[in-house]
């Protein structure tokens, strides 16, 4: 393990390091800066940095380019981030205590900093707001889904609500907009074998497996023309929801993954999947406490855009 970061947060985010190894059989390994343009130069300009005295050593002094090279020896720095479009729509602030902030996220925020979604993220977003600097999500929200995310404000804290998630010991309810299909018996509870393999979009349906998903799906009434379902995960494994009302028949509205892969440009927050993590019932894993929260926003889920 590092030690203690030298460098502080930026936007939210820990800096990044990187650690020489034992020994040098590299001939150019004579000083940092030739370790550090082999290592990096394929994600950040090494010379650039180099000179802006970016990367420092874990007493927060600055790397030279022509410091001589030595084993064991961490160095820090903060990687460029790319220009995002502004995710529109508000954060709402559901509930907030010492161990826990509970929030309404609009579609389209990522939950976590990932990918070519950093700073438009809800921990990057809230950590600054907040002045949590340790606030991370408790469970998973998919990035087009709107409604309840729990986060813990400390990392003390991370692990008993956790660990409550991951027991299944939280009552969620979900609610969804997808066509209507004559004939189909409802309500219904869905069980079968869901997986994720590397470098694919969408979560595959393994059949002849031990299920390891399950969900309850009712109609409860008709909004334009469209279903208005309940839907009540008993488990929570990637796409589940998603998957299931496809499997059914009636895909969520606007879902740009199911049935099929859609191109859609990541400033385009036109089309909002009709998806709402509406509810959240739980007992506080350390004071005993009965949780229950609703979202604000309600179906359909319109743009936000301005």
């Known amino acids: 393990m590092p030690p203690p970061s030298p460098l502080p947060r930026r936007h939210g985010l820990d800096a990044a390091w ?5 020994r040098s059989q590299h001939p150019l390994w004579q000083t940092m800066g030739a370790w550090l343009d082999e290592r990096l130069s394929e994600f950040v300009d090494v010379a ?10 874990d007493t927060g002094a600055a790397v030279g380019g022509r410091d001589p090279y030595q084993p064991y020896t961490f ?6 981030l790319a220009e995002e479009a502004v995710v529109p729509g508000p954060i709402h602030l559901i509930y907030r205590d010492d161990r826990i902030v509970v929030i309404d996220k609009p579609a389209f925020l990522s939950s976590i900093p990932r990918g070519r979604h950093v700073v438009q993220s809800v921990v990057v977003r809230l950590r600054a707001a907040l002045q949590l600097p340790e606030l991370s999500p408790l469970h998973r929200l998919d990035r087009v889904t709107s409604g309840l995310l729990v986060l813990s404000t400390e990392r003390r804290w991370r692990g008993a609500y956790q660990s409550m998630f991951q027991r299944h010991e939280v009552e969620k309810t979900y609610r969804a907009l997808a066509p209507l299909l004559p004939g189909l018996d409802l309500p219904v509870t869905v069980r079968n074998h869901l997986t994720t393999r590397r470098g694919r979009w969408q979560a595959e349906v393994l059949p002849g497996v031990p299920a390891n998903a399950e969900s ?10 469209l279903g208005s379902y309940r839907l009540t995960p008993r488990t ?7 998957v299931h009302m496809l499997g059914l028949g009636i895909p969520i509205s606007n879902d740009p993954l199911y049935p099929v892969v859609q191109d859609v440009p990541l400033d385009d927050f036109t089309r909002p999947l009709q998806l709402l993590a509406n509810e959240l019932r739980f007992i506080d894993p350390i004071d005993g406490g009965v949780r229950q929260f609703a979202s604000l926003r309600t179906l359909p889920l319109r743009s936000e855009v301005s």
């Open 18 to 22: 990187v650690c020489t190894p034992e």
């Open 48 to 57: 650039g940095f180099l000179a802006q005295k970016r990367f420092v050593y």
């Open 75 to 80: 160095v820090w720095f903060h990687r460029d």
């Open 216 to 225: 309850s799906i009712e109609l409860e009434s008709v909004v334009d023309g």
């Open 236 to 242: 929570g494994r990637t796409h589940q929801l998603r």
